[in-house]
Nanobody, 128 residues
Framework: HVQLVESGGGLMQPGGSLRLSCVAS????????MGWFRQVPGKGREGVAT????????TYAEFVKGRFTISQDNAKNTLYLQMDSLKPEDTAKYYC??????????????????????WGQGTQVTVS
């Protein structure tokens, strides 16, 4: 039974930092495609970053490049998203997700609901 539990969200001033965590259970984190996604009310879910946990290969959306870092801790079976230089437009509910397979598809950021089968409940990030 795959379960993902996010935490670490909250209220932060512009320019500040937050680190989101996603604890995975029911599978080993070290050989999958995982990602962070976000959503605001009335809009679709958009990709933030993905990582191929077996290779460490990462991909970022243009709007977070240089500010956000996705990483993993296999010993803790946990995925992270370090968010620096936060902007008000980063305000959203952030979700982690995992899909079967060791590689992330080329459209992983663009088609999250189609390509990722397991999702957490999300954690709210508010930048104001």
């Amino acid at each position: 039974h795959v379960q993902l539990v996010e935490s670490g969200g909250g209220l932060m001033q512009p320019g500040g930092s937050l680190r989101l965590s996603c604890v995975a259970s029911g599978y080993a984190l070290d050989d999958n495609c995982m990602g962070w996604f976000r959503q605001v009310p009335g809009k679709g879910r958009e990709g933030v970053a993905t990582i191929e946990t077996g290779f460490g290969t990462t991909t970022y959306a243009e709007f977070v490049k240089g500010r956000f870092t996705i990483s993993q801790d296999n010993a803790k079976n946990t995925l992270y998203l370090q968010m620096d230089s936060l902007k008000p437009e980063d305000t959203a509910k952030y979700y982690c997700a995992v899909r079967n397979g060791e590689n992330c598809p080329p459209k992983a950021l663009q088609w999250p609901r189609r390509l990722f089968g397991y999702w957490g409940q999300g954690t709210q990030v508010t930048v104001s």
